[in-house]
């Protein structure tokens, strides 16, 4: 038998998201009072409404879309504080604070060239979010001495080598500008300088870049020898590279993705 929703649900769900009673109604289409009457109830009816405050309780990605989508309801301040609130919920995670940090960065380079943000550029907003991730975490091996974090390269058909970024991507463009404040600054230049090098190619220079890893790190395409590279594997993947090229500090990151760049670009990836 499904669960009834309960008061303290409803409360949950105020608390949670920091949304008062009339400004959930208002983002949800009801009457301003829906919400009050349904806390004064002893028993709360199952119906269309409670089924839609209990998809709220249990989704936080399901209500920050009726929040966005519902912005014109409300006033800017109960909006940014339940933006603000719904936003910290997903944050805990290394990766998608990479990605969030990543796309301010983009969004600061392409506000200079008349782009609103990265969401405007498509799929090679993605692929670049993909790339600078997948090269952060490579040159942050090298020169932090440790992941940036626990995702390992897994790319599918798609070749994007992290998963939850490209589930994400979406709700990812439009984060609070607070996201990527539990990064440290040192990671946070290392990502932003990865992010600065890349804003200059378009999606043929990082697509063939991103093939030449992937055949690099797992072999070529239908033969592939390895589906998961762990952290370990990509130190061991590029140390020697690195050494060779004399990958020391971050001021060393442009100069080697520019070479690799041009040599790939001579050498296509099959």
């Known amino acids: 038998m ?98 969030t940090w990543a796309c301010m960065c983009m969004d600061e380079k392409l506000a200079g060239v008349g782009k609103k943000d990265c969401c405007e550029v498509g799929e090679i907003g993605l692929l670049r979010l993909e790339s600078v991730l997948m090269w952060s975490q490579i040159f942050a091996i090298r020169l932090l001495g440790k992941p940036i974090f626990e995702d390992e390269f897994q790319p599918g058909k798609t070749m994007m080598p992290y998963k939850s970024v490209e589930e994400d991507y979406p709700r990812l463009v439009t984060l609070a500008a607070t996201s990527g404040d539990s990064l440290s600054q040192e990671v946070k230049e290392l990502i932003a300088k990865v992010n600065d090098v890349f804003m200059w190619y378009g999606p043929a220079a990082l697509l063939a870049l991103m093939k030449a890893e992937n055949y690099r790190l797992c072999g070529a395409p239908g033969a592939r020898r390895r589906r998961i590279v762990k952290a370990e594997t990509l130190r061991k993947a590029y140390s020697e590279v690195f050494d060779q090229a004399g990958v020391r500090k971050i001021k060393d990151i442009e100069s080697y993705l520019q070479k690799r760049i041009a040599f790939i670009k001579k050498n296509p990836p099959l």
């Open 2 to 99: 499904e669960k009834l929703l309960t008061k303290e649900d409803i409360l949950i769900i105020l608390e949670q998201y920091r949304i008062g009673r009339k400004p959930l109604a208002k983002l949800l289409g009801w009457g301003e009072t829906t919400v009050m009457q349904y806390l004064s109830c002893d028993i709360i009816p199952d119906n269309e409404y409670t089924k839609k405050l209990k998809k709220l309780l249990d989704d936080p990605g399901y209500y920050r879309n009726i929040l966005i989508e519902g912005k014109n309801r409300i006033t800017a301040v109960a909006y940014n504080k339940s933006l603000a609130a719904v936003d910290t919920m997903f944050t805990g995670s290394p990766i998608l604070e990479c990605a």
